[in-house]
């Protein structure tokens, strides 16, 4: 094996979004071990860890060849001492012993269970823990445990929606909410966003922006297409937050995980005979229901803001990256609402997403290299 550093990764940015990711990850073997590492240190509340490990698989993922020795790794950003020690790991042994610990710790398989039922975050998980609990049979048999609304309908379609979504089905889920969005408002824009905008085949929900071309014409916009999708009878699940958009209150000088604009969280029902590949067919032979349920994200920000909002809910850690090299490095402040210069004292204007790179001093980079 040729252990020499390529010249190629001498200069690797600590920042995503100086860096081309696409979905091809040659390092896999490692980053999945970082990846659950990191989930592991959410669980302790250990912010630095879990951050220094989903950052060190971020730079392996856009490594353009797999990592044969420790000394290829040699000046890459971003892989502490930690981090390192567990690579070492596996290139002589193929494995963890670590993570294969870790995979075995109750707590942590019990908090990965509970955290994986949509609207059940690490905290609700760690009560669920604390009192005893290991699967979810005894979450739903616990006569003192009070499930709210989204928790029901995650136990619910739980199996559906613990199963990955393809991309076949994202876009059988693009034509529906088109063909319903567009009978509302024929000239509204929708775009697929999250991972399957960055060509991911899988992912574990679909998510879609959606706006109209007039400035305020959005408003209800959303409320509308739940209510088509329920005339339907394929809305299975609904949780809508309405606006609390502000002009006034930009910038927000922290870091927001969750923007203002209106959106809502479904379940939908998706017919088997509508997903390309598998008309007339049977998925699985124990299963003739013939439908599935999907979890699909809308969000409809006005006009003005949507090349932030496409940027943002774009995702992965490069979005993240951007915000913080916007203000690390260019004393500005990024978020999905706007893009906001400290030295000028002035908001950026743009359109586009390419603006907002071209206001950062960044080079362009294209949604499916985004996957960082
Ligand atoms: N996002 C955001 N603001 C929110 C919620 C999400 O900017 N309030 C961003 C972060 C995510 C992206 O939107 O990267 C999409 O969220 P997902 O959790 O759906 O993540 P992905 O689509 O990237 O992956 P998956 O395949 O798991 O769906
Ligand atoms: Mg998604």
Same mark, same amino acid.
């Given at each position: ?18 860096? %081309? +990711? ?17 989930? &592991? ?16 698989? &971020? ?22 001492? @930690? ?20 995979? /075995?710790?109750? $707590? ?15 905290? +609700? ?18 006569? &003192? ?25 994202? #876009?059988?889920?693009? /034509?529906?909410?088109? #063909? ?9 824009v929708l775009a697929l966003t999250g991972g399957?905008? %960055? ?24 409320? @509308? ?12 699940? /609904?949780?809508?937050?309405? &606006? +609390? ?14 923007? @203002?604009?209106?959106? /809502?969280?479904?379940?939908? =029902? ?46 992965? $850690? ?11 490095? =260019? ?11 400290? +030295?000028?004292?002035l908001f950026l204007p743009v359109t586009t #997403?390419?603006?907002?790179?071209? @206001? ?9 290299? $985004?996957?960082?």
């Open positions: 094996t040729d252990c020499s550093p390529p010249t190629a990764v001498a200069n690797v940015s600590q920042y995503a979004c100086q860096r %081309r +990711t696409t979905t091809e990850n040659h390092n896999k073997i490692f980053t999945d071990v970082m990846e659950e590492l990191a989930e &592991s240190s959410e669980f302790n509340e250990s912010k630095g860890p879990c951050l220094a490990f989903r950052q060190a698989a &971020s730079v392996l993922k856009s490594l353009p060849s797999a990592v044969q020795c420790l000394e290829a790794i040699q000046g890459l950003p971003c892989l502490g001492e @930690h981090t390192k020690a567990v690579m070492e790991e596996i290139l002589t042994f193929g494995r963890s012993f670590k993570v294969e610990e870790l995979r /075995c710790d109750e $707590r942590y398989q019990a908090l990965k269970l509970f955290t994986s039922v949509f609207g059940v975050g690490p905290k +609700t998980a760690e009560k669920w823990y604390r009192r005893g609990l290991r699967s979810l049979k005894e979450i739903l048999t616990e006569p &003192s445990i009070q499930l709210n609304r989204m928790q029901r309908a995650g136990f619910l379609y739980y199996s559906d929606i613990s199963k990955a979504v393809s991309k076949a089905e994202a #876009e059988a889920l693009g /034509c529906i909410i088109e #063909e319903t969005v567009h009978w509302i408002a024929p000239d509204a399957f905008r %960055r060509g991911k085949e899988y992912g574990h929900d679909v998510d879609f922006l959606l706006t109209m071309p007039e400035m305020g014409k959005e408003e209800g916009l959303l409320l @509308h297409v739940i209510d088509r999708l329920r005339d339907q009878g394929i809305l299975l699940y /609904c949780e809508y937050q309405g &606006s +609390t958009f502000d002009v006034s209150k930009l910038p927000s000088c922290r870091f927001e995980d969750m923007d @203002h604009f209106q959106k /809502c969280f479904l379940i939908l =029902r998706l017919e088997q005979g509508q997903v390309e590949g598998e008309r007339g067919q049977q998925r699985d032979p124990g299963d003739s229901r013939g439908w599935r349920a999907v979890r699909v994200d809308l969000v409809a920000p006005p006009v003005d803001r949507y090349a932030f909002a496409l940027l943002g809910w774009t995702g992965s $850690r490069f979005g993240r990256d951007l915000r913080a090299f916007a203000q690390k490095e =260019r004393q500005m402040l990024l978020d999905n609402h706007a893009l906001y210069d400290k +030295t000028k004292q #997403e390419e603006d907002i790179f071209a @206001h950062l001093g960044l080079e362009y980079v294209e949604p499916w290299q $985004r996957n960082a």
